[in-house]
Nanobody
Framework: QEQLVESGGGLVQPGGSLRLSCVAS????????IGWFRQAPGKEREGILC?????????GDLEYAKGRFTGSKDNAKSMVYLQIDSLNPEDTAVYYC??????????????WGQGTQVTVSS
């Protein structure tokens, strides 16, 4: 069964850092691009970045995320990561990983994880 499961969310103080994880099962990350998204209460979902099958990173809606949001992956472990630095309360949201139809960062997303909650508060 093809599946994505996020973890690593939680409560963090402003200025802190967090690394979210997304484990892929039932398929190989060599052949699929994975995107990271977030959705805050009452707001539309935002695309943060996409990591291609080859490991290239493309930023999405959050252009200002460059420098604070960094994606990486370990194909051998079927893991995709999102490092978030200098967290602020506006980063509070449910964070999702999703799989694209192919290895490139274009086209539709076809499979989603259940999300992990990140809350930034003092």
């Amino acid at each position: 069964q093809e599946q994505l499961v996020e973890s690593g969310g939680g409560l963090v103080q402003p200025g802190g850092s967090l690394r979210l994880s997304c484990v892929a099962s039932g398929f190989s990350l060599d052949y699929y691009a994975i995107g990271w998204f977030r959705q805050a209460p009452g707001k539309e979902r935002e695309g943060i970045l996409c990591i291609s099958g080859s490991g290239s990173q493309v930023y999405g809606d959050l252009e200002y995320a460059k420098g604070r949001f960094t994606g990486s992956k370990d194909n051998a472990k079927s893991m995709v990561y999102l490092q978030i630095d200098s967290l602020n309360p506006e980063d509070t949201a449910v964070y999702y990983c999703a799989r694209r139809h192919g290895a490139g960062c274009s086209g539709a997303y076809e499979r989603w994880g259940q999300g992990t909650q990140v809350t930034v508060s003092s």
